[in-house]
Antibody
Framework: EVQLVESGGGLVQPGRSLKLSCAAS????????MAWVRQAPKKGLEWVAT????????YYPDSVKGRFTISRDNAKSSLYLQMNSLKSEDTATYYC???????????WGQGVMVTVSS | DTVLTQSPALAVSPGERVSISCRAS??????MHWYQQKPGQQPKLLIYKASNLASGVPARFSGSGSGTDFTLTIDPVEADDTATYFCQQSWNDPTFGGGTKLELK
């Protein structure tokens, strides 16, 4: 059974940093692209980052480019999201998702809440 | 960015057929996918590449469309289908529709 378990969320002040983690199990982690998707309270879904199987290629939307960094450790079957210079508009539930074929998010974690507030 | 537009809400009675639409601001070939999100839960993949049923999803769900106009159909609707449904394209950088909240009468 595919499982994705996020951790590392919490309350952080604007301008500070936070690192999220996602522990994967139930599949061969190194064979899949992985991604982060977020959802602001009572809002829709927004793609945040994608990383290739080896970690050599990363992709971001303009809203987080230069502030967020996605990475992975295939030996530990773990995905990470380093978030710097956080803004109030980054407040959201962050989901770790497995990427299947061309950009299909076929499995999602339960999500972790990040609140950016002073 | 490819903008996906969905109607915000629908209300139907159990046993009826419902169609949820998603219109893309530019062509996305068949790279449109649908997700179901129940309150307090993570999204779940229902349909991929416009018309393919994801593993374990009941055959009451179906998808159609290509280019810019896509439809998710549930027939018949059951009480457990109360949820928000999101479309997502992956022809360009991934974007999601705003979601359609399905309520049962």
């Amino acid at each position: 059974e595919v499982q994705l378990v996020e951790s590392g969320g919490g309350l952080v002040q604007p301008g500070r940093s936070l690192k999220l983690s996602c522990a994967a199990s139930g599949f061969t982690f190194s064979n899949y692209y992985m991604a982060w998707v977020r959802q602001a309270p009572k809002k829709g879904l927004e793609w945040v980052a994608t990383i290739s199987t080896s970690g050599s290629r990363t992709y971001y939307p303009d809203s987080v480019k230069g502030r967020f960094t996605i990475s992975r450790d295939n030996a530990k079957s773990s995905l990470y999201l380093q978030m710097n210079s956080l803004k109030s508009e980054d407040t959201a539930t962050y989901y770790c998702a497995r990427v299947w074929e061309l950009g299909i998010f076929d499995y999602w974690g339960q999500g972790v809440m990040v609140t950016v507030s002073s | 960015d490819t903008v996906l537009t969905q109607s915000p809400a629908l209300a139907v009675s159990p046993g009826e057929r419902v169609s949820i639409s998603c219109r893309a601001s530019e062509g996305v070939n068949s790279y449109m996918h649908w997700y179901q999100q129940k309150p307090g839960q993570q999204p779940k993949l229902l349909i991929y590449k416009a018309s393919n049923l994801a593993s374990g999803v009941p055959a009451r769900f179906s998808g159609s469309g290509s280019g810019t106009d896509f439809t998710l159909t549930i027939d018949p609707v059951e009480a457990d289908d109360t949820a928000t449904y999101f479309c997502q394209q992956s022809w360009n950088d991934p974007t999601f529709g705003g979601g359609t909240k399905l309520e049962l009468k």
